[in-house]
């Protein structure tokens, strides 16, 4: 019997959603008739799902998570009712284990059934996705053809029905947090993404297809199909992944045209196939960054494909419907030789027998040294790996690898292990594959090791010592002696353990060296946040130029940047507004410490500027991050270098020279960044710069072709005004290089680095103003730089008073120059705010 439906008409609610639907920008796109329809609404989801789990023997129904907004992730298994689904489990497990006694057991058993898994709708506001899951569930739980008999008798249906409830519900891509989920299976930031995760090592299914809208590269071949062009992750056993994943795209792909008669529309009822990029592109359609599910699930040594339903109406559901059907009829009749490709990806795994690599490209394992003093960041990489089901070890003992000696309690990841291909994604360097591509699609460098901040050493060597399996880790912090106490700069855990116990009135201290102090306490705050950190917190002096910090109230600018900048400042533990450009125009920026901006996000009005200078002036810190937000700082005057970019979706690890300063504090003078859409700075002198780009090899890993033009080039830099910073490396970048995090907390903080203007750069800045033509003659910068020149004596010998008076007498030159129009007014006003910096610095 089959339930009945109930679609209500949101008006409201279509109307919007089909405003926002958007053809996706890609050349060769074409525009097409769609077909209104009614997506099924999520909150009418659970209770089509029930009544099929009461209806039908074959399906069962699970909760298995939350979305970021607390809606309930369902997954929907339909098999026959005689299976024994947790023995199919298992069975996978073992074939995981041990690939070549499954190989003996499923040729002695040819009636096995693997797992095949869908996936619906992670990108909220593609909603054929989905609705083609609830076509799929509604046919397999009481159709008794042929067709369904043959797929049920050798595959267990998993689907995960709706991987974006908020983003279905609110018609957006991503979820109610901002974060594309599709972007998010290296982190795991997100519950929906580690959802999913967990899924697919529950089921470890054999194919993966996940459903997206919208592409349509030419009307004969409407919609896309993986598999994708190079440049492909050179992590997977790629071979055996082609092998079948060409032929089944095709099948679907046949499936599709097979059908074409019972769609409603010309653009299907045409279609002579669809675009296989493999097949039909040269690139710019790649596999390479795991952050993409599929690529993810490919890594797992499954058959994963991207789906793409030309547009969203009836007939796009039909395709995705249609499609599913084509690649559930190929890998019934395939299965076999489908496992055993896949039990070869884990043998290979298994016995480091990679015949596709170069001898050396997976090391024989990775070693995690624990920090003593601040294990968070090893303890998040170890619970992330493990959930990732990579075999993660302890050792038991201490022990020597390459010279170097480890302690007991280090962990190792073998890559003598099934999984191999997805551990070594997760903790390789990556490399630099500018010459591999016309374009990528997207990041082209992601490893975790640099951009979460902790060591993965490789080595070849074999580490022939007594071990254990790690599991999960929960460390307990440490308040060690009777204070006053030390807590060192070192990770996100740590300065979210200052801003929780400034929150509790602590009084917390932050020295020069960038760390912070805190004095002994009675009471239990400390104790139990020290706890909860995971961080040892030892006893140590309070330096003498500590200053106490105050409680900071942060903006960010709500613009549509890059989004996880929001989320590295609350992982950071400030409190975080969202505001969008109108209400600083409205209100100003009264009761806030900090504006954060990420994005190209402006209120082009006098008011707006005005405020922004306003808080500027009165001691509000500006942080403008990456190219969008620092071309905007520059329109509002807030900087007055030239911003330059790389070639557009250019991204990926950098080594950067940090100067030492506070806003640094924690990071070596040689040390690693990343960006996308790189930005850098030019026409600046050296007393606003940061941190610059290496002077050579400054690109590690990624995508970056003219990466040379950036060489040397300032990457963090103060603006007109020292409360002004501006970053060209995405720090906050979708929760990912939580390693670079502590540059925003570091900019918030107070420290010596506010104050960097020197009378030397002043000079400079004095000689570029004159090539400028900022002065009426060559006479008024003259007399500028002769008065600086003396400044500049006065600093080295450290004469403070002399410094003062002759910057005074500077500011009396200035007054004189702008009363008689002899200096612009821009110059007169950087100038002059540079002085006060210089007496601030001083006094
Ligand atoms: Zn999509």
């Known amino acids: ?82 299976d024994d689904l947790e023995q199919i489990k298992a069975m996978r497990e073992e074939m995981i284990a041990n690939p070549e006694e499954a190989e003996d057991f499923i040729e002695e058993n040819p009636d096995f059934k693997v797992p095949f898994m869908v996936n619906g709708s992670i990108h909220g506001d593609e909603y054929p996705g989905t609705d083609a899951v609830l076509q799929l569930i509604d046919r397999f739980a009481y159709d008794n053809d042929e067709t369904t008999e043959h797929i049920l008798d050798n595959n267990v249906l998993v689907f995960n029905v709706v991987n974006n409830p908020d983003g279905r519900i609110l018609g957006t891509r991503q979820n109610a947090e901002g974060f594309d989920l599709n972007r998010d299976h290296v982190t795991l930031s997100q519950p929906e993404s580690a959802a999913n995760v967990d899924l697919i090592t529950e089921w470890n299914p054999m194919v993966f297809l996940d459903l997206h809208g919208f592409i349509i590269r030419s009307n004969e071949s409407p919609g896309l199909i993986e598999p994708t062009t190079g440049p492909h992750n050179p992590n997977y056993e790629h071979d055996l992944y082609l092998e079948h994943a060409l032929d089944q795209a095709e099948a679907m792909e046949a499936e599709l045209v097979a059908n074409k008669q019972d769609y409603e529309t010309d653009l299907y009822q045409n279609m002579e196939g669809t675009h296989i990029p493999y097949r039909d592109a040269e690139d710019g359609w790649d596999d390479y960054p795991p952050i993409f599910t599929p690529m993810y699930a490919m890594l797992h040594g499954i058959y994963g494909h991207t789906l793409e339903t030309p547009n969203n109406s009836v007939d796009g559901v039909k395709w995705h419907f249609d499609a599913v059907m084509g690649s559930l009829k190929f890998a019934s009749d395939n299965k076999m030789d489908m496992t055993k490709n896949q039990l070869d990806i884990f043998r290979r795994g298994i016995q480091f027998d990679h015949p596709e690599h170069d001898d050396g490209f997976f090391p024989e394992a990775y ?43 280090t962990f190792i990841v073998p890559l003598d292990q099934p999984k191999a291909s997805l551990a070594n994604t997760l903790l390789w360097d990556g490399e630099d594959i500018s010459d591999q591509a016309s374009a990528m699609y997207d990041i082209s460098a992601w490893n975790l090791p640099e951009l979460w901040g902790f060591a993965a050493i490789p080595t070849d060597s074999e580490i022939d010592i007594q071990v254990e399996e790690a599991g999960e880790l929960d460390i307990q912090g440490e308040l060690i002696g009777d204070g006053p106490y030390e807590v060192p700069n070192s990770s996100v855990a740590a300065v979210s353990l200052v801003n929780e116990l400034i929150q509790n009135d602590i009084p917390v201290y932050r020295g020069e060296n960038g760390h912070f102090y805190v004095e002994s306490s009675n009471g239990d705050t400390l104790r139990q946040a020290v ?63 900090v504006l954060v901006a990420n994005g190209s996000g402006i209120d082009d009005s006098d008011a707006y500027r005005q405020n922004i200078h306003t808080f500027i002036a009165d001691g509000g810190k500006y942080i403008a991050i990456g190219s969008s937000a620092s071309n905007a700082a520059a329109e509002l005057g807030l900087t007055d270098a030239d911003i330059k970019t790389g070639a557009r979706n250019s991204n990926g690890v950098v080594n950067v020279n940090y100067k030492d300063t506070s806003l640094t504090a924690g990071y070596d003078d040689q040390d690693v960044g990343f960006v996308y859409n790189p930005v850098w700075y030019t026409n600046i002198e050296n007393d606003r710069v940061i941190a610059s780009f290496a002077d050579q090899d400054l690109f590690k890993a990624g995508f970056w072709e ?27 970048f979708r929760d990912h290089p939580e390693y670079l995090y502590r540059l925003l907390s570091n900019a918030i903080y107070p420290g010596d680095e506010t104050i960097l203007t020197t009378a030397a750069g002043m ?81």
Request: hydrophobic fraction near 35%; glycine fraction near 6%; proline fraction near 4%.
């Open 1 to 82: 019997m089959y339930p009945v439906r109930k679609q209500t008409f949101y008006m409201l609610f279509f109307a919007f959603m089909f405003a926002v639907t958007i053809i996706m920008p890609v050349s060769g796109t074409v525009q097409a008739d769609e077909t209104p329809y009614n997506p099924v609404p999520y909150e009418e989801i659970h209770s089509i799902l029930e009544e099929h789990e009461d209806e039908s023997d074959r399906v069962s129904v699970e909760v298995i998570g939350e979305s970021s907004l607390g809606h309930d992730l369902y997954s929907v298994v339909i098999s026959e009712p005689e």
């Open 367 to 409: 070693v995690l040294p624990v920090d003593e003093t601040d294990p968070t960041v090893t303890e998040k990489a170890v619970n992330n790996l493990i959930r990732h089901d990579v075999e993660v070890e302890k050792a038991e003992t201490s022990f020597t690898v390459d010279g170097d000696q480890y302690d007991a309690g």
């Open 531 to 593: 706890e909860q950190s995971g961080i040892t917190v030892n006893t140590a002096s309070i330096p003498d130029d500590a200053e106490e910090l105050d409680h900071v109230n942060v903006a960010v600018l709500q613009d549509g940047g890059q989004h996880g900048i929001r989320t590295a400042l609350q992982e950071l533990g400030f409190a975080v507004d969202e505001i969008e450009p109108q209400q600083i125009t409205e209100n100003g920026l009264d009761g806030y410490d």
């Open 706 to 732: 003219d990466a040379e033009a950036a060489q040397g080039q300032p990457v963090i830099t103060k603006g007109n005004h020292q409360g002004v910073t501006l970053m060209g490396l995405e720090v906050g």
């Open 763 to 843: 000079k400079e800045r004095v000689e570029r103003y004159e090539n400028d033509g900022e002065f009426e003659d060559a006479s008024a910068a003259r007399s500028l730089s002769v008065h600086l020149e003396a400044v500049s004596h006065y600093e080295e010998q450290e004469a403070a008073e002399k410094v003062i008076k002759h910057v005074e007498g500077f500011q009396d030159l200035l007054d004189h120059q702008q009363a008689n129009d002899m200096i612009s007014e821009k110059a007169f006003n950087i100038l002059n705010h540079d002085a006060d910096a210089l007496i601030e610095k001083w006094q």
